[in-house]
């Protein structure tokens, strides 16, 4: 049967990797072309890279970044990050990219999510939702590039997103993000009422356990960034990748 | 080996380029067909919507190559995915005829247990018939293929099915008629799996000129 899949997020600063904490005070951990390989050798399930500045500053995704990282990955591969039209993202696919996450652009226009479904396959099409909390305690929709809650019901424009043509769901719970506190279930649960498509799940994860949670909660795949670069109570950057072995019998269990 | 790779915006031409060049074989991205020689092996990528990919390969010569090529029966022709359906009879997600170079036609998933999401995205494993395990070495190591696709194989004869998979029903997702072999999964994102794919298919299938 499909094994759900467990996904390194890596978020892009520049040419580094960097992890955030919840979406704040971004950390550098290392060269990404080096995280790649040992990802690579650890034989992950999927990868996700993220360029956290590029739809910030408003430029171009980083081709040559993106080429070499794609390079070096012989599973599949998702970039998110500036993407604003069907040409960007034609020129991503051709250097070896599978799936492209969409949310600035998105939000502007669902026109481009539904051009390059059309264009590359519903399953090319990542649609990112980020929800965070407000001082009420609602999920709200935030918006990455301007570090705002947008009102609009998150899940009216997930929907929005599936019915244009995105093929699936990265969800990232704000709050949790870099906390390894768990993830947000409760978010994961409602996320995946009435949901057609793949949802991936991200924020908060922090043990084996928290990612068979995420998946009990609905999540078909995991993602995850911190659990996979810090180790130990310092926060010190260590690369590591559950063995295959160990996932399975994770969701054998 | 003389590798081409059909490049006409069908997705994931580097990768497939990137994985074969870490299993040792060169190839080349060709945009239209080389008439003055015909290679051993042509991979048909694909990514994409059906009627697009007919589309493509019509617009840049290429549906009638394939054909004849394949009526010569010398080289081989490898479709991955999408490319896999396009060698097909059609598909039901669009309204064009495929290439017709292997029967059976494509049926869109519907999972009758609401926990099974369409596309099928993801790893599952693969179970190889008795002769496609005398071609594939790698299927006695229980291997794991990277699947997404919304569409699946449906024929009337089953002798065409090197594998199987299983996503809420069984499916092929290896056929094969004489020189032309089509994949559901992804071998060049399949890691060390989609590496000995690659060993095991230019080996077997690619050697035999039969």
Known sequence: MLKHRVIPALLLQNAGLVKTFKFKNPKYVGDPINAIRIFNDKEVDELMVLDILASKQGREPNYNIIERIAGECFMPLCYGGGVRSVEQARKIFSLGVEKICLQSAALANLQLVNDIATRFGNQSVVISIDVKKDWLGRYQLYRADTDKLVHTAWQGFMQQAIAAGAGEVLLNAVDRDGTMSGPDLELIRQCNQNLQVPLIAVGGIGSLEDIKLAVSAGASAVAAGAFFVFHGPHRAVLITYPRYQELENLFDN | ?210
């Open chain 2, 1 to 210: 080996m003389n590798i081409h790779i059909i490049n006409v915006g069908l997705g994931n031409v580097a990768s497939i380029q990137n994985m074969l060049k870490r299993v040792g074989y060169p190839s080349n991205l060709r945009v239209t067909p080389d008439t003055n020689q015909i290679p051993d092996l042509i991979i048909l990528p694909g990514v994409g919507a059906y009627d697009t990919g007919m589309t493509l390969l019509g617009e840049y010569n290429w549906t009638n190559y394939l054909k004849e090529v394949a009526d010569r029966g010398i080289t081989k022709i490898l479709g991955i995915c999408l490319g896999m359906q396009l060698l097909c009879d059609g598909s039901d997600e669009g309204s064009h005829p495929g290439l017709g170079l292997i029967s059976g036609r494509f049926q869109r998933f519907k999972p009758d247990n609401s926990s099974l999401k369409v596309p099928h995205m993801g790893w599952n494993a693969v179970e190889f018939t008795e002769f496609g395990s005398s071609l594939f070495s790698i299927s006695h190591q229980m291997p794991r293929f990277y699947f997404v696709h919304s569409y699946h194989y449906s024929g009337t004869n089953d002798d065409c099915i090197l594998g199987w998979c299983n996503y809420g029903h069984r499916f092929g997702a290896i056929i094969h008629n004489k020189t032309i072999t089509g994949v559901q999964f992804h071998p060049e994102k399949s890691h060390r799996f989609g590496m000995h794919f690659f060993n095991d298919y230019i080996n077997s299938i690619c050697s035999n000129t039969g």
